[in-house]
């Protein structure tokens, strides 16, 4: 008899996730690209560790620097639709505030979290040996421009969300993909040639080969110009069409009465 | 409302509060409108204290002396003191809402902007609710713009009305002057309510109703609804005293007083009054 109760659970817990219309698809995808992930830091790591110490210093380093910039170009990402919750946003428009300011005000603890985390990681990845060689300029530019990029990637993400009110592509094609092939664990060169084609197109992979050069090798920007000079150009056309986009998506939002709506 | 409010951009046409456009200076709108929306829940944080979410509104209206205006209107709206530092999750419903009006009236506004604010409410939030909307929440220069279900509230603390049907006004006018647009014949009948037992007799009376001067009637059960001309006493007396002579053992007679919400149902079915 409690079998047939379990069933029931079990039952109603699938119907409600085939509900969704992308999820079990997504859940599928993102298992095979999990797993692929964590094969190939395993495998080819080892394998081409020497090449990496006389790159970066040693992977301990190489690791810190992705994982505590991913930590903020996540945020980054998720910022612009976390602002606009449809549990908060008709209450934040009521304010008598700019929508910017709503907007920055919503993220900033985020942020301060996020640089906290960003810290930590790399005190407690001194105390285990590791060797940052830092441009400060460099570094900080790189962080502006990684943040500029995805803020407006998240703008077009929480765009099409408002609208749609379901899933969107622009995030999960960003973070699931963005852990495997924009170089966050382990340099995208090891991936095989074809996969890196992906890897190109992610602009995750500009941003932290650029931050790794000015956070482990100290190069100047004079001598990034070759990877400054897209991103700020990325940043500046994905930045105006985020805008665009999200504004837009706001106010379509408002013509439809749906602020409020998930 | 959610136009009024800024929330909702209209598809045509323009509307002002206060002499402010709300598209075009929606800031300037929403500076002096305080609101509590039907689901009123919103916006608040749930491990954060009644007073701690009210503090965050008090800071992004830039209030001056932030935790002296919270004190002010958590006692306004009657939350007792025990429950500022309780959880947003644990206050009860009743709490909740006078939380909501406390965040709607942080901005000591000019205009309040209530939705459904008594829905799914005990009876003694509501009584005291009913008293601070009488009294404007202590500013008799508010203005309370209040949507709702509740025809008590209705009646007991409007002072115009707006009756809405399928997204269009139908009517808007003073409460008291509301009945006069329901047909006169509907506000001036007389009702005759008989005992169970005179039910055949009262159907006798019927039969003679035509040797006085009443205009119409209808026998529902054990209850004779009538109208006579020009709501006449005298006339209405005489049918009183036929049914007594009849031997009609008679429980009441009265005048309809026709209540705002037949006022209200008779307006939305159309039986709106030329005159």
Redesign the interface.
Known sequence: MQAKRFLGFLYIDFKEWLAYNYELFFWLLNTVVGAFTYAFLGTYVTLYEKELIVKYGSFLSFLIVGMAYNYIIYTSLMAPRMAINP??L?????????LYEIII?SVLFRYLIGIFQFLTYFAVAILFGAKFNIDPISTLTAIILGVAVMWGLGMISAGIQVITKRWDPVTWFLTMLGELFSGVWFPYQLLPEPLQYISLILPQTYILEMLRRAMLRAEPLTLMMDQLIPLVLSALIIVSIGYFIYMKSI?YA??R?T??EY | M?IL?????P?SGEAKVLGYDVIKES??V??R?G?L?E?SR??FGWRLTAFENLLF?AY??LLPNPKERVKEVLKLVKLEEEHWDKWYQRLSQGMKQKLALARALL?NPSVVFLDEPTKGLDIMFVAKFREMVRNKFGDEDRTIFLSTHDLRLVEETYDRVAIINKGKIVAIKPVNELKNLVPSNIRNSYVLEVDPKSTSRLNDLVSKLKELDVGWYQVDNHELEFLVKDGSLEVANEVLKMAINNNVLVHSFHKKEIDIEEVIMRILRGEKNAS
Do not use: F, S
């Open positions: 549990w908060n008709m209450w934040r428009l009521l304010i008598p505030a700019r005000g106010e408002k013509e009465g602020v409020g | 959610k409010t800024t929330v909702l951009i598809d800031l300037e929403r500076k409108i609101v929306p689901d919103r916006g509104y992004a209206y901005p």
